[in-house]
């Protein structure tokens, strides 16, 4: 254990008061596990003005003894455009490209005061990982870099500018960092095989996770349970962004009207409940379309708290990922294993997600985009919920899905990182 020196600068785009990413909270669990742990914790983070959505209430998840510089940023489509044009190269790598000037600058101040002895930088946005890599080309402190998920990959960015400069980070941290960090089983694989001359410990397993401590500050409302217990109606969540490709609903919402239209589900024995979609009114064109808005309600951003407490209260929750993304694991899929609600998963089987949810039981697993597997799945799902077939884990096993527990690990490449620099 490294005890001197345990100064930290976390570079971060997501962190509170930001509102509509889960991403935020591995960065928020893993500071505060560091700085219970003896590290003197900074975020470097964007400035509020370029969050396109933010709530005062939110600065209190951040604990009182982290430090929080935020340099300027603006989102490049919504800020520094004209009448919504603006020079492409503008938004290369992402749109608050504006971030990497201010952070680089705010990032290199705070150094030379302060000396940290290890830089983190964090994806999804991937300016943070440009910070991080100037600021240690600059200052010679080790880099460890969380990408979490793959960046560049044979499709993806689509944009060949944008996967140019993902590749360059790609190969800066290959060359710079003490390591680079992933989230999930498939992604670690994804580039022990796409560069087999790297080192095969370079590439680190952290997992995503769920927050042990939010979800110990929430409540659940006895009142509200028992509301659900003296109702047949079932209650199905999905809480969080439904983006049109990754997480298309299509095939879901045409499987809810054929069973419907075959009376095997109506108003008052079913309803589907999507919570903070982002693109809320082309899926109420498709719901009315289909002559589904009786039974699937489109409901608006709450809290996270509120959001993990509706979490405990339904009778199941659903989660959609399509087979592109069998190397990523959302962060919702812990949040679902600590719920301890049966979970519906529309995704892949043979996908990291499949395979975790798989492992800790509480789930019918079908393709997102098969409707005739859907409407099966669905009704198998209603039946097996009536007559509680699902088994639930102990709360040692939970604890094993959580952040903290991960972030043990993360703790270790930390020290690792130092060590090697001495």
């Not at 959302?330 to 519906?344: D, S, T, W």
């Amino acid at each position: 254990m490294i005890k001197e020196n345990k100064n930290l600068v976390y570079i971060a785009y997501h962190y509170p008061p930001i509102l509509g990413s889960s991403g935020v909270h591995r960065t928020l669990a893993f500071t505060r596990f560091l700085q219970e742990q003896g590290w003197q914790t900074t975020v470097l983070t964007a400035s509020l003005q370029a969050y396109d959505r933010w709530e005062e209430e939110q600065l209190k998840f951040i604990p009182q003894n982290i430090k929080v510089i935020r340099a300027f940023a603006r989102n490049t489509a919504k800020q520094l455009s004209v009448k919504g044009k603006y020079l492409s190269w503008m938004a290369l790598p992402d749109n608050w490209q504006s971030w990497i000037v201010g952070g680089f600058f705010r990032g290199l101040k705070h150094i030379y005061h302060q000396r940290p002895s290890v830089i983190v930088s964090t994806y999804p946005i991937a300016s943070a990982h440009i910070i991080g890599y100037l600021l240690h080309k600059t200052t010679k402190i080790p880099w460890v870099a969380d990408f979490r998920d793959p960046m560049a990959q044979a499709d993806y960015p689509t944009d060949k500018r944008k996967k140019k400069i993902f590749e360059w980070i790609e190969k800066k941290a290959i060359k710079h960092c003490s390591n680079v960090i992933l989230t999930a089983p498939g992604a670690v694989d994804f580039y022990r095989s796409k560069f087999p001359d790297v080192a095969h410990d370079f590439w680190q397993l952290v997992p995503n996770g769920f927050d042990q401590e939010i979800f110990d500050s929430v409540s659940i409302c006895q009142a509200d349970n028992q509301a659900n217990k003296q109702t047949d109606k079932i209650t199905l969540l999905h809480s969080g962004v439904i983006y049109p490709s990754e997480r298309d609903p299509s095939a879901l919402f045409t499987a809810i009207s054929e069973l419907k239209q075959q009376g095997e589900l109506s108003q008052n024995n079913f309803k589907l409940l999507l919570r903070a979609t982002g693109h809320d009114q082309q899926y109420q064109e498709k719901l009315a379309a289909l002559a589904i808005s009786d039974i699937v309600e489109l409901a608006p951003p709450i809290p996270y708290k509120s959001a993990l407490q509706e979490m405990l209260t339904v009778d199941g929750l659903l989660l959609l990922q399509a087979d592109n993304c069998d190397y990523q694991i959302p962060a919702k899929a812990y949040e679902y294993i600590r719920a301890q609600k049966p979970v519906l998963a529309l995704t892949s089987a043979e996908g990291d997600t499949g395979k975790l949810l798989t492992s800790a039981g509480l789930s019918c697993i079908t393709p997102l985009n098969d409707k005739e597997k859907i409407k099966m799945a669905l009704i198998e799902f209603i039946k097996k919920l009536k007559n509680n077939d699902f088994v639930y884990l102990n709360e040692q096993e939970i604890f094993h899905y959580s952040r903290q527990y991960h972030a043990k690990t993360f703790e270790q490449l930390l020290n690792k990182a130092v060590i090697k620099k001495k």
